[in-house]
């Protein structure tokens, strides 16, 4: 990562320098653009095939990389540069929400990601913004380990006014969801990606079935072949979705198949079970610990996953660490505590665990190991002389002699 800040670096300071030569009606063109990709190819075919991003965003990203230097370091352009390139039509330029719309579907993509947020050491003043535009989108752990803020900002552009960004927002949020956000794909994976797309390419009819791999002759033969249940003899593979006949000769004590989820054959034994996952609860957030809306949401959908009580145990250990005075990012420090959580290095420490017994309204304790109570027997009370009398009787008559 060091080369990579140290590009990052050259282009914070070529924006400084720009900064200094600006007039002031030259502040808004004062963001930096850093190329990361091969510069001897045109267009992505990754670009192309993303379902994600409209024409005009594709042709944005086109235009981008077209204004770009050939030391891939450069000024990121401007509403009134990008205009007139991202035209509808014949003398027509585009509106300024259309370049907004394109920018912000690229790094909700993660085609191009907020490298580095420049601000004047003296009076911290905002100089500009670094970005960085790739030639293959990022993985969401790729993307989050350059931009700590991109959970964030999917969180706000899913309340986007512009519907494609809200739209684009909510696919990106469920592909967070649903893939893992810290996941970042090893090598094979990476290549099996970029084979897929080739394929997709190459032979888009194929890819429209499974079943398109083999043909009609050897699909039967092969060992990856997935044949429906319906095309097998009911006699041994029922359907889970229909019910049994009445007067089929191997399931007499099933009436109904769907049911149950275990279907008995002659020779066979299907045993479906279907996992449940454990409802996610809603985290408590303590002090000093206080995020906006959008950042709770970003966090809870980096813990995505985990269970309960170590989600709950990673916001109070980063509410204990800022109390402490040990964390000056809450988002950078939780984003770091996710990571280790979902690889299981994540141990509770003290900071955290004040903060949980506050929390839960007990004293701060170590936890000790559970004890079996020991309950003292009540001491008998003396009987009256009347009913030790009848007690001696009933055990005369049972023939009970002390």
Same mark, same amino acid.
């Given at each position: 990562?060091?080369?990579? &800040?140290?590009?990052?670096? *050259?282009?914070?300071?070529?924006?400084? &320098?720009? *900064?200094?030569?600006?007039?002031?009606?030259?502040?808004?063109?004062?963001?930096?653009?850093?190329?990361?990709?091969?510069?001897?190819?045109?267009?992505?075919?990754?670009?192309?095939?993303?379902?994600?991003?409209?024409?005009?965003?594709?042709?944005?990203?086109?235009?981008?990389?077209?204004? =770009?230097?050939?030391?891939?370091?450069?000024?990121?352009?401007?509403?009134?540069?990008? /205009?007139?390139?991202?035209?509808?039509?014949?003398?027509?330029?585009?509106?300024?929400?259309?370049?907004?719309?394109?920018?912000?579907?690229?790094?909700?993509?993660?085609?191009?990601?907020?490298?580095?947020?420049?601000?004047?050491?003296?009076?911290?003043?905002?100089?500009?913004?670094?970005?960085?535009?790739?030639?293959?989108?990022?993985?969401?752990?790729?993307?989050?380990?350059?931009?700590?803020?991109?959970?964030?900002?999917?969180?706000?552009? =899913?309340?986007?006014?512009?519907?494609?960004?809200?739209?684009?927002?909510?696919?990106?949020?469920?592909?967070?969801?649903?893939?893992?956000?810290?996941?970042?794909?090893?090598?094979?994976?990476?290549?099996?990606?970029?084979?897929?797309?080739?394929?997709?390419?190459?032979?888009?009819?194929?890819?429209?079935?499974?079943?398109? &791999?083999?043909?009609?002759?050897?699909?039967?033969? %092969? !060992?990856?072949?997935?044949?429906?249940?319906?095309?097998?003899?009911? /006699?041994?593979?029922?359907?889970?979705?229909?019910?049994?006949?009445?007067?089929?000769?191997?399931?007499?004590?099933? =009436?109904?198949?769907?049911?149950?989820?275990?279907?008995?054959?002659?020779?066979?034994?299907?045993?479906?079970?279907?996992?449940?996952?454990?409802?996610?609860? =809603?985290?408590?957030?303590?002090?000093?610990?206080?995020?906006?809306?959008? &950042?709770?949401?970003?966090? %809870?959908?980096?813990?995505?996953?985990?269970?309960?009580?170590?989600?709950?145990?990673?916001?109070? /250990?980063?509410?204990?660490?800022?109390?402490?005075?040990?964390?000056?990012? !809450?988002?950078?420090?939780?984003?770091?505590?996710?990571?280790?959580?979902?690889?299981? /290095?994540?141990?509770?420490?003290?900071?955290?665990?004040?903060?949980?017994?506050?929390?839960?309204?007990?004293?701060?304790?170590?936890?000790?190991?559970?004890?079996?109570?020991?309950?003292?027997?009540?001491? !008998?009370?003396?009987?009256?002389?009347?009913?030790?009398?009848?007690?001696?009787?009933?055990?005369?008559?049972?023939?009970?002699?002390?």
């Amino acid at each position: 990562m060091k080369h990579y &800040q140290a590009l990052i670096g *050259r282009a914070a300071s070529s924006m400084t &320098q720009r *900064r200094g030569d600006a007039t002031a009606s030259d502040v808004e063109g004062l963001d930096g653009l850093l190329f990361m990709g091969n510069p001897h190819e045109t267009v992505p075919r990754a670009l192309l095939l993303d379902s994600r991003l409209g024409a005009v965003d594709v042709l944005g990203w086109q235009v981008i990389r077209l204004l =770009s230097n050939s030391d891939r370091t450069t000024a990121f352009p401007t509403y009134d540069e990008l /205009e007139p390139l991202l035209r509808s039509g014949a003398n027509r330029k585009a509106s300024r929400k259309t370049v907004a719309r394109v920018i912000a579907i690229l790094r909700l993509t993660r085609w191009m990601t907020l490298g580095m947020k420049a601000r004047n050491t003296d009076n911290g003043r905002m100089i500009g913004n670094v970005y960085v535009l790739h030639d293959e989108p990022l993985a969401a752990g790729e993307s989050l380990a350059l931009d700590p803020g991109y959970l964030e900002y999917v969180i706000q552009c =899913s309340h986007h006014g512009n519907r494609a960004v809200a739209a684009v927002a909510e696919c990106v949020k469920q592909e967070l969801a649903d893939s893992g956000v810290l996941d970042t794909p090893t090598r094979l994976a990476w290549l099996d990606r970029r084979a897929r797309q080739q394929i997709d390419t190459e032979f888009p009819e194929e890819t429209l079935s499974p079943e398109a &791999q083999f043909p009609m002759e050897t699909q039967s033969d %092969s !060992p990856s072949f997935q044949r429906k249940l319906s095309e097998f003899p009911s /006699e041994t593979y029922p359907s889970s979705q229909r019910k049994l006949m009445r007067n089929s000769m191997g399931y007499d004590a099933v =009436s109904d198949a769907s049911r149950g989820t275990t279907v008995r054959g002659n020779t066979n034994s299907v045993c479906n079970t279907t996992a449940r996952e454990e409802p996610q609860a =809603s985290l408590v957030w303590s002090w000093p610990l206080e995020l906006s809306s959008d &950042q709770r949401e970003a966090v %809870s959908l980096m813990l995505t996953g985990l269970p309960n009580d170590v989600r709950q145990a990673v916001v109070d /250990e980063a509410a204990g660490r800022l109390e402490a005075g040990k964390v000056k990012s !809450p988002m950078a420090f939780l984003h770091t505590l996710a990571k280790r959580a979902a690889s299981g /290095e994540f141990q509770l420490t003290q900071f955290g665990q004040s903060v949980a017994d506050k929390r839960c309204g007990s004293a701060p304790s170590k936890p000790r190991p559970m004890q079996n109570r020991v309950v003292p027997l009540e001491t !008998p009370q003396p009987l009256s002389d009347e009913t030790e009398a009848k007690r001696q009787a009933m055990l005369e008559r049972l023939g009970i002699r002390r």
